[in-house]
Every structure is written in C-alpha cells, then in structure tokens.
C-alpha cells in the first residue's frame, strides 16, 4: 500500500546516500545492478525494464535424496520488454533450452530450469513437471496453494498489508506428507511491515496440545519462560541465540522422523554422532550431553576468525546436579583417554579446561546453575567476569531496547548487532566496501519466539541508525 511504501522509503532514506527521494529509486537500481552483475545478470538491460511489484518462491519436497522441487514467479509489468529482456536473461546465466507448448502455453524447458512466460506472470520451475503443476494451478485444472483452508487459515493470522510474506506447511517441509502436525505444530505464517522505528517481522505457529507428545509440550511450555543467559554474556558479543527445550526437540524429532525420505539423512547423521561419541570419546550423547540442554540454552558469538568461531555456549539445564554429574562423566571420560585436565580461576568461580590432542581444548565452568563453555579459559573467563561486574549484554541498551521495540521478549530469542556481525565475520565474509557501509548503518535485529495460549508467537525488528 502507500503507506507501507511511505514507511519504506521513510527507513531507507536513513541510509548515507539514499536521503535523497529524488533520486532513490535510481541509487537502489545502482546497487542492484551492481549485486545481480556479480552473478552475470544485467538488471538494468534485462529485469528492470518488465519486472514486475511482486515476487514469490515456493519450495516442495521432493523424493528421497533429491533437491527440492522449486518455483520461481514474477509479476510481469511490461509484457513486451519481457519477451526481449527474458530470454537474454537465461542465456547470460548459460541456461540452454528447448521450445515446447504445455497445456496451450509456449514454454522452454531443460532437465534443471524450465520457465513461461504469459502476459502478465513470469513462471520458472527447477523440472519441466514442477512447471506443467504451476500451470495446471493457473489455469484451474489443479487446486492451487490459495485453495488450501490450511494456507487461508494462516495467514488471515497476520497483516494483509505488508512488504513480504511466509507460509510454511511445517510437517510437509521436514517431510511427513501423511502426518497432520510436527511436535504438535502445523503450519507457520509471517510477515514483515515497514513501521517508522524499523522492519518489524511478526507471524505465528499454531500449537495443537492434543495432537502433541509429552516431549514437544514440555518444550513449548518452556518457550514462555523469560530467557536469563544475556546475563551471563559479555558485551563485546556481536550476536546471540537463546532457545528453550532443545534437549526435548531432539528427541522429538529422532522419535517422529521416519526412517526413509528427506529425513533419513539427519536421522542417520544423529545415529553416526552417538557412535562416535561413544566408541571415540566414551560419552553418552543420551546421558551426557543431552540433560544439558533440556532448560535453556544459549549461543554467543564475539567472532569468527580464520581458525573458527569464538565466543561461548551458555546452559542452564533443569537438573544443575544431574548436569553436574553428566560433566563430570564426560571429563572422567576424556582424560581416561589421554585428555589433559586443568583448573583455574576467575571471579571465584573454578574453571576447568581439557585438552585433547588433534580435536583441541575445551573449557567450562558452572556458577548458580549456569554452565559456561568456550574454546579456551579466557572465554570462560571474561563471561564471569561480566557477570560479577554487571557488564553484561542484559545491560545493554542495544540489547533491551531491541526487544522492547520488537514487542516481546520471552522464549526462544536472536538479536545481533549487525554492525558489529558484519565486523565479526570479517575473517570469513568480505561484504565488500559499498555494502559493508550500508550494513553499518543498520542497527540491531531482534527476534522472539514465545509460547502464548495455543500458539508460539514470532515478533522481531530491525532497526536503522
């Protein structure tokens, strides 16, 4: 609508060198066609010209062992400028085509990419068949995606008016396409709104109880918690991640995934790390490690360099003596099997390393039923004493004013500074000069994901300086 264009032009307009309505448009065509070149693409010449105010992806599993089958539609504006502009389009991404006509309609087709293009409407499909489906929903003869009460229902559950939108039918996406719901969830909607004070992303899952096992209640019933572990993390993090209850989604979901189809390759590979785990190391992944994470859990990251991530995995399991015993287990463990234990200290609190030849050193402490994990004592260090200074993210500004703005902070959580992430990554992702200044003007992002009544509510916000 105009006013969430307005919204959106008001947001942009934040950024250095986009102030300017005059000429916006022609600033975000430059960076477009500077993006899409890096792929071969001349927007200006071949996509600009017909492209169209919308656009949409939809994703369909596939058999096993197989990509998923996938669709691609643009709203057509210029029908002329597309038949010169399509064509060039596919050829200057080395696409080689064959002419056919399916169901009335001239189409060029190949094993990888297929696409037709009618008056109004541009239809790329990964297969030929994925394509003749896209067609039988246009023209009726097929029921198409709006048929569905399912997709009706959902998203008359967020804001009609928006820039972008989500649907997710969850049990089809991890593959049961005989099952109703997934740990008690069905399907997901969302959608993103330009507001003055940011992007705000909000959406739901409805929770059927009664169609869910103890396992998945137990973790949504943990989702309405309010998360703690922001106060364990220094303020040098860069980006977090909170959920509640992934002890419980695992299990749920090794229970539930069948054995065959798309999931076979996560059931084996969780089979596979047991057993490694086990015979290597001595550890049961089951009584060991598990307990660990059936509270709350906790990724901060600082960085990521050239040898891997720093920062720290924080975890407040239900049972802090079970946990307690569990590491103790597991350092029993390794050093049975040539691992070289330590302590230290740091703000009274012991800190207890392990080193292990070729696999490297692990560091952890336990403090008031929290238990703090990194790479190496230091890490550890620096959360405890943040926590003992009061200097810790849950203090910060950045971090509180993020989640106030999004609307709610409880449950399962991600906030980053995305300055900050940007600089963070530098040692594995190079943005490049133009889109690094860019980033650098955006300000915090901001997600929750928290149990309320029947549902798990998402509600999030990025923000721009």
């Known amino acids: 609508s105009a006013g969430q264009q307005m919204n959106l032009f008001g947001l942009v307009g934040h950024l250095r060198g986009f102030g300017d309505q005059a000429t916006l448009e022609q600033k975000i065509d430059e960076v477009a066609a500077r993006l899409l070149g890096q792929a071969g693409i001349d927007y200006l010449a071949d996509l600009r010209p017909w492209l169209g105010a919308q656009i949409a992806v939809a994703a369909s599993p596939a058999e096993a062992g197989s990509a998923p089958e996938l669709l691609l539609l643009a709203v057509v504006k210029d029908p002329e400028a597309a038949r010169m502009g399509v064509p060039r389009l596919f050829a ?112 739901a899952a409805p929770f059927a109880d009664d169609a869910a096992s103890d396992r998945a209640r137990a973790a949504f019933a943990l989702a309405s918690q309010s998360p703690t572990l922001a106060g364990w993390m220094p303020r040098t993090t860069s980006a977090e991640a909170v959920l509640f209850g992934f002890a419980q989604t695992v299990e749920e979901l090794e229970a539930t995934l069948p054995r065959d189809g798309a999931a076979s390759a996560a059931v084996d590979a969780v089979s596979q790390l047991r057993l490694i785990v086990g015979l290597g190391l001595g550890i049961n992944l089951d009584s060991d490690l598990l307990p660990l994470f059936d509270g709350e859990a906790a990724v901060a990251l ?50 207890t390393s392990i080193a292990l030849s070729q696999v490297g050193t692990l560091a952890y402490a336990v403090a008031d039923g929290v238990v ?88 999030g916000v990025l923000t721009v300086k």
Not at 154 to 168: C, K, P
Not at 321 to 350: K, P
């Open 92 to 203: 200057s991404l080395g696409v080689v085509l064959e002419a056919e006509v399916i169901r009335g309609h001239a189409v060029m087709t190949s094993e990888g990419t297929s696409y037709a293009l009618l008056d109004d409407l541009l239809v790329v499909a990964s297969t030929p068949d994925r394509l003749r489906a896209a067609l039988d929903a246009e023209d009726n003869l097929a029921p198409s995606l709006a048929d569905s009460p399912a997709f009706l229902a959902a998203m008359r559950e967020v804001a009609a008016d928006h820039l972008a939108s989500v649907y997710v039918d969850l049990p089809r996406a991890a593959g049961f396409t005989d099952a109703d719901q997934v740990a008690g969830y069905g399907t997901l909607a969302m959608a993103l709104t330009a507001e003055a004070d940011g992007w705000h992303l909000r959406g």
């Open 302 to 351: 600082r960085s990521v360099a050239a040898d891997g991530p720093h920062g720290l995995i924080l975890l407040r399991p239900s049972d802090a003596a079970a946990a307690q015993a569990g590491l103790d287990r597991i350092r029993s463990a390794l050093s049975s099997r040539g691992a070289r234990v330590s302590t230290s200290d740091a703000a009274g609190t012991t800190i």
């Open 372 to 459: 703090v994990l990194g790479r190496d004592p230091a890490e550890v260090a620096a959360a405890l004493e943040a926590r003992a200074a009061g200097e810790t993210l849950a203090s910060d500004d950045r971090h509180e004013a993020a989640f106030e703005l999004a609307g709610t902070h409880a449950g399962n959580e991600f906030w980053a500074d995305v300055p900050a992430l940007v600089d963070a990554l530098t040692g594995v992702f190079d943005p490049g000069s133009e889109l690094r200044d860019i980033l650098h003007q955006i300000g915090e992002l901001a997600v929750s994901a928290s149990a309320n009544d029947d549902r798990l509510e998402i509600n």
